[in-house]
């Protein structure tokens, strides 16, 4: 059916109807004539929503999808990129409909526009080898910018500089500084350069053709910084003026480039007390350029006077800082730090970045690939919640894009990530993380879109398997944050790798602090307050593994209900079940693991011989899973995944690990020669916190609208049915480093009652607060519960 186009269609518009045309003439027995315009500038579609009682919202981005009385489709964009959304929606819509489905059932109608105005992927350049089939494939670009516009991002970052020689400085490998003619860069004559150049310009042009900014990052400014030097003969002096010839250079030969994001820190080769004299010369080459720029500047590290230096020169200056440390964790914002990381200002978080009234717009970056970069992951609850919690506080997100870091720092060679095609059919690996980007970029848009977003996808791929598929995917998808969040002993992505990650020596691992230590113990921690019967109601180890081994057993039950033979034809589906069951098997691995650690920990502080033979009982659990799980991966997953850096082990496979994990029971067999064990003793019966989740019944808290400096704030709980003995208010300025204050609360039967004074209420920030109840047994539980609400409540003030 051809389409109904009555006025020009704008660049985006264009290329996204090309893609439905080739849809529709894939699918002939569609029949629904289809209108497609700019609100206010197509007749057509003005007619087509007036007849359907539809308006097209007025925010930028925005769209209408929506059928007429007379059975016509109209999509109507408020924009370019906004048409662009909805004529791509109408193409997802038609790529996946199944014989007999209609298309008007199978779009989203309605009104839409955007909740967080800034929706970008960032794709890293680190290896040349890796990244030299898809970084000059026009082709692969078309795909992935049309794959993004789809999912409605807004933003490609295309950076370089992560801890990497290769293209740092970038300026020398794509034009020439006529200013520094002995300047250069290694391996890269005037013909490279110039087809560097020229790939750079297509990417940015056609980002924009598509409807996308386009934002190039430069991470790194000092060459040799990291490895070996790639540009030489620059002399050190020279090389802010180096640097900002290079960038107004390299913008006015890319005159698609929208933005550039700098990183602020040491690791960008400029000392942070010479932070604002090398800046301001790149931040005068920016103001140079004839069209707007959007400078991104990173958090860490960053001095206020530098931002205020960039807006001085009237740049659009936004500052973007890390979500979770370098992971994915927990979907809320991270109330508390790490001891060991508070005195690293602004380097994991918000940090103050919060306090009113604020300079600039803020962006939080997602570092996903601290936790994943080669498992399929998909948990859409996780990624609700966490656009929520972005929409608070933030202007928009940037998530890392799957395979980040992939080939370390420029190691030569290519290879694929799976070497088996029985579980890989596509022509590009990043085409097996369509969830990924289906959930990050359709729900930052739109964090209420309805489940059939996704769902037409996994039916497309998945046919009959689609349901058990979609259910394996969200207890997964769950798996990886809760053990992030307990295990990551390093708060960067060059230390911790959770998808990998199998322990380490038990006299470390039992000190680990959780990077929420609001909500959850370590280990240590929590033998010592459960030896006391002093349990503060975080999450114990036992816990923790009972929640795992929960997911675990619910992924591994929903892939056992897809008919065997299905993935035998489908290597699409069979690579994902695969990838799920990596999930469920190292879900119950560190659930056995952890409860290993916890008895070890009560044995050496008790000397209970029952605990000791636990704690290897377990470890003999988890060495069996992780047994499956290398026989699972062998000969399916590349030998050696190579993802950052080698010494801290992010290279080989599942299969290299299983020796760690051996070793580590071969250490706990060892360990029974240090510990004097004593056949019985009074702590081989349960401790508090081993056993189930104490269950709270309808907690329930009365909080004023705001809180205010000027007044004192009164706070109620109630709980009728635990029989509480005692709870505990903690409260504090939403200020990171800032420690919760305790305030026990009056008990009045079934109701408590404190008093938090007006001194300790900042009118610069929000004010945080949650509930310590105790209840019988020495048992404990916390207020919210993480599981389905940010686990802390939130009052705006005032003054």
């Not at 950076?159 to 250069?184: A, K, N, R």
């Not at 790149?282 to 500047?297: E, H, N, S, V, Y």
């Not at 929640?547 to 035998?568: E, G």
């Not at 064990?677 to 907690?699: C, Q, V, Y």
Request: some cysteine; proline content about 8%; hydrophobic content about 40%.
């Amino acid at each position: 059916m051809p389409l109904l186009i009555d006025t020009p269609l704008p660049s985006p518009a264009q290329l996204a109807a090309q893609r439905l045309e080739a849809a529709l003439t894939d699918h002939p027995t569609i029949q629904d004539p289809i209108i497609v315009g700019l609100a206010d500038v197509s007749p057509a579609a003005g007619a087509a929503l007036a007849a359907a009682r539809v308006t097209c919202p007025p925010a930028p981005e925005s769209l209408a999808i929506t059928h007429t009385p007379d059975q016509q489709i109209v999509a109507a964009g408020r924009d370019p990129r906004g048409l662009a959304y909805a004529v791509a929606e109408l193409t997802r819509a038609t790529q996946c409909l199944a014989p007999g489905q209609s298309l008007a059932d199978h779009i989203i109608t309605g009104p839409q526009s955007p909740l967080l105005p800034w929706r970008s992927i960032q794709v890293f350049l680190c290896n040349a080898d890796c990244e030299r089939d898809w970084f000059f494939s026009t082709n692969f670009w078309d795909d992935y910018l049309a794959l993004l516009i789809a999912n409605r991002f807004n933003n490609l970052s295309l950076t370089v500089g992560h801890q990497t020689s290769y293209l740092t400085p970038p300026y020398p490998f794509f034009v020439d500084i006529p200013e520094f003619p002995h300047v250069h860069a290694e391996g890269i004559d005037e013909t490279t350069r110039a087809h560097n150049l020229h790939m750079l310009q297509w990417i940015s042009q056609r980002a924009r053709d598509h409807g996308l900014h386009f934002t190039f990052g430069i991470w790194t400014q000092r060459p040799g910084e990291f490895g070996d030097a790639m540009v030489h003969d620059l002399p050190d002096e020279h090389l802010a003026q180096f640097n900002a010839l290079g960038l107004k250079n390299l913008l006015a030969a890319c005159p698609a480039i929208d933005g550039v994001q700098f990183r602020m820190n040491y690791e960008s080769g400029i000392a942070e007390h010479l932070q604002q004299q090398f800046y301001e010369s790149q931040f005068d080459a920016l103001a140079q350029i004839d069209r707007p720029i959007r400078l991104d500047l990173r958090a860490k590290g960053l001095s206020d006077h530098v931002v205020e230096a960039a807006q001085s020169r009237g740049l659009n200056t936004i500052v973007s800082t890390k979500f979770w440390c370098e992971h994915l964790a927990m979907p809320y914002a991270m109330p508390a730090i790490r001891t060991e990381d508070v005195t690293h200002s602004r380097r994991y978080g918000y940090w103050d970045l919060l306090t009113r009234p604020r300079k600039t717009d803020l962006i939080y970056r997602l570092w996903s690939a601290g936790s994943q970069r080669v498992l399929q992951w998909g948990s859409a609850d996780w990624v609700r919640r966490f656009i929520h919690a972005a929409a608070h506080d933030s202007a928009g997100i940037e998530v890392m894009a799957p395979l980040t870091n992939k080939g370390g720092f420029n190691v030569p060679g290519n290879f694929p990530i799976i070497t088996d095609s029985a579980y890989q059919p596509y022509t590009d690996e990043q085409q097996r993380y369509f969830l990924f980007y289906t959930l990050f970029g359709r729900l930052a848009y739109d964090p209420d879109a309805p489940r059939k977003v996704w769902r037409r996808e996994l039916q497309q791929r998945f046919s009959a398997a689609a349901d058990p598929m979609a259910n394996a995917y969200e207890s997964a998808g769950r798996i990886l944050p809760l053990l992030t969040v307990v295990l990551q002993w390093s708060a960067s992505l060059w230390s911790f790798w959770t998808e990998t990650y199998a322990g380490r020596r038990w006299r470390r691992d039992l000190d680990v602090e959780p990077s929420d230590p609001t909500q959850f113990y370590g280990i240590s921690e929590y033998v010592s307050d459960a030896l006391a019967k002093t349990l503060n109601g975080k999450w114990t180890p036992f816990h923790v593994a009972d929640q795992l081994a929960d997911w675990s057993t619910q992924t591994c039950q929903s892939l056992d209900r897809i008919d065997p033979s299905a993935p035998a034809s489908n290597p699409e589906l069979n690579g994902a079940i695969l990838d799920c069951r990596i999930l469920a098997h190292l879900g119950a691995f560190h659930a056995h693991r952890l409860r290993a650690a916890a008895h070890l920990a009560i044995a050496q502080r008790t000397s209970s011989e029952t605990r000791y033979h636990q704690a290897v009982d377990q470890m003999r659990r988890a060495h069996q899973q992780w047994i499956e799980l290398a026989d699972a991966t062998h000969d399916v997953y590349h030998p050696d995944l190579l993802f950052g850096d080698i010494h801290f082990g992010h290279c080989g496979h599942w299969t290299d690990r299983l020796s760690a994990v051996e070793a580590q029971l071969t250490d706990l067999n060892r360990l029974a020669d240090q510990i004097a064990l004593r056949a019985s003793t009074p702590h081989d019966a349960p401790l508090p916190g081993e056993g189930p989740l104490p269950a709270l019944t309808n907690p329930t808290c009365t909080l004023p609208e705001s809180a205010s400096p000027d007044t004192d704030l009164p706070i109620q709980f109630h709980l009728a049915s635990n029989a509480p003995t005692h709870v505990i208010c903690h409260a504090k300025p939403m200020l990171q480093p800032l420690p919760f204050i305790a305030y026990p609360m009056q008990q009045h039967g079934a109701d408590f009652a404190a008093t938090i004074p007006a001194a300790v209420i900042d009118p610069a920030l929000d004010f945080i607060l949650f509930f310590e109840i105790h209840l019988p047994q020495s048992e404990a539980r916390r207020f919210p519960d993480w599981r389905s609400h940010t686990p802390y409540l939130r009052l705006p003030t005032s003054c």
